[in-house]
T-cell receptor, first 113, second 113 residues
Framework: DQQVKQNSPSLSVQEGRISILNCDYT??????FLWYKKYPAEGPTFLIS?????DKNEDGRFTVFLNKSAKHLSLHIVPSQPGDSAVYFC????????????FGRGTSLIVHP | DAGVIQSPRHEVTEMGQEVTLRCKPI?????LFWYRQTMMRGLELLIY????????DSGMPEDRFSAKMPNASFSTLKIQPSEPRDSAVYFC???????????FGPGTRLTVL
């Protein structure tokens, strides 16, 4: 049973436009959320995170939004660049799980020039 | 500083053979994690160690899987005997402490024929 769900396996966006990657979770105890980015033939790398005490965290072109009531978070990339083409993993953690992240299946983002 | 090192990068073997995957964590990191990535299940945590001690191996799929960490700079994941359904990418990750950001290695792509 997937506790972290990324229901869109892929997303295609034009360069310069906004990319929005979505993630839903079922465990209401999750209180820390992360996004990882993965290029082919490489391991995932940490991108951005958000604590449940916030509803938004921004880092340059990347912003993560958290809607606790809906158990939903999203990653916005503005503007999208071809170098952003990668697989994005959403992950969530909580104290009862020793804050070890539970990952979703990933969304493959393709940014077209 | 070198990141997490995994070997081999690719492994092709026949069903029934023993497979050993290796990982060298980042120096100074006290926690080490083994993950498996498949299309169907995404990134699954198999086992993790803290200070070389296995803490939770509940993600190990079967007794055919075993992992060791004989010292702070080396860990192995062994599959014996291997089966075609074990084909996946196996990642090793390390972190300063259990709840800290994980740094992933490049992965080992395992194919069992």
């Amino acid at each position: 049973d997937q506790q972290v769900k990324q229901n869109s396996p892929s997303l295609s966006v034009q360069e310069g436009r906004i990319s929005i990657l979505n993630c839903d979770y079922t465990n209401s105890m999750f209180d820390y959320f992360l996004w990882y980015k993965k290029y082919p033939a490489e391991g995932p790398t940490f991108l951005i995170s958000i604590s449940s005490i916030k509803d938004k965290n921004e880092d340059g072109r990347f912003t993560v939004f958290l809607n606790k009531s809906a158990k939903h978070l999203s990653l916005h990339i503005v503007p999208s660049q071809p170098g952003d083409s990668a697989v994005y993993f959403c992950a969530a953690s909580w104290p009862g799980g020793s804050y070890i992240p539970t990952f979703g299946r990933g969304t493959s983002l393709i940014v077209h020039p | 500083d070198a990141g997490v090192i995994q070997s081999p990068r690719h492994e092709v073997t026949e069903m029934g053979q023993e497979v050993t995957l290796r990982c060298k964590p980042i120096s100074g990191h006290n926690s080490l994690f083994w993950y498996r990535q498949t299309m169907m299940r995404g990134l699954e945590l198999l086992i993790y160690f803290n200070n070389n001690v296995p803490i939770d191996d509940s993600g190990m799929p079967e007794d055919r899987f075993s992992a060791k960490m004989p010292n702070a700079s080396f860990s192995t994941l062994k599959i014996q005997p291997s089966e075609p359904r074990d084909s996946a990418v196996y990642f090793c990750a390390s972190s300063l402490a259990i709840r800290d950001t994980q740094y992933f290695g490049p992965g080992t792509r395992l194919t069992v024929l």
